[in-house]
């Protein structure tokens, strides 16, 4: 079974530090990945997405992707409380049209 | 903006009932899936379907079944709940073909009693 790892955290940061999240997978094939937001209680909502090698960037946020060693990474610049959730990591797989989620890490700023 | 609504946020049903979820997507969008989440297992694949009628078994697909006479609609069949199928279940649509984000429904946290 493919598989998409991420480390559950909490990861604590200080309001207005950078967060790093990360996530390897398992499925060399695929092509594209995505970072979803989810905050308690409710479902999960797109923040990026990325099918290139290197960085992409969308406000404070950039995702780093490096195919080679199948790794993807979002970055969380000038964090905010608002920011305090869990980020999943979800990969395409490559065999059918669904994403494969990574159990998430969830993340603390805080003021 | 994209809509997939799910029929009910909260659900509390006896052990060997059989239960019915339902979503409905706004997008004409030719995937609709079924995973559940819990805690510390992130989120897991149950069903899925490219389209009306078709259907594909995910990860987890034992104790369920789907259904999908609409293209908008994507129903998820629990055949004789279990305590261990209690648990958070989404619903989440996407347009045919790869690369494309999965859009998902607010939920239904369903306890098996």
């Known amino acids: 079974q493919k598989e998409v790892e991420q480390n559950s955290g909490p990861l604590s940061v200080p309001e207005g530090a950078i967060a790093s999240l990360n996530c390897t997978y398992s499925?060399?094939?695929?092509?594209?990945f995505f970072w979803y937001r989810q905050y308690s209680g409710k479902s999960p909502e797109l923040i990026m997405f990325i099918y290139s090698n290197g960085d992409k960037e969308d406000g404070r946020f950039t995702a780093q992707l490096n195919k080679a060693s199948q790794y993807v990474s979002l970055l969380i610049r000038d964090s905010q409380p608002s920011d305090s959730a869990t980020y999943l990591c979800a990969v395409e797989d490559t065999g059918r049209r669904a994403l494969t989620f990574g159990s998430g890490t969830r993340l603390q700023v805080q003021p | 903006d994209v809509k997939v609504t799910q029929s009910s946020r909260y659900l509390v049903k006896r052990t060997g009932e059989k239960v019915f979820l339902e979503c409905v997507q706004d997008?004409?969008?030719?995937?609709m899936f079924w995973y559940r989440q819990d805690p510390g297992l992130g989120l897991r694949l149950i069903y899925f379907?490219?389209?009306?009628?078709?259907?594909e078994k995910g990860d987890i697909p034992e104790g369920y079944s789907v259904s999908r006479e609409k293209k908008e609609r994507f129903s998820l069949i629990l055949e004789s709940a279990s305590t261990n199928q209690t648990s958070m279940y989404l619903c989440?649509?996407?347009f045919g073909g790869g690369n494309t984000e999965a859009f998902f429904g607010q939920g239904t946290r369903l306890t098996v009693v």
């Open positions: 997008m004409d969008h030719e995937n």
């Open positions: 379907s490219y389209d009306v009628k078709m259907k």
């Open positions: 499925d060399r094939g695929s092509q594209s």
């Open positions: 989440a649509s996407s």
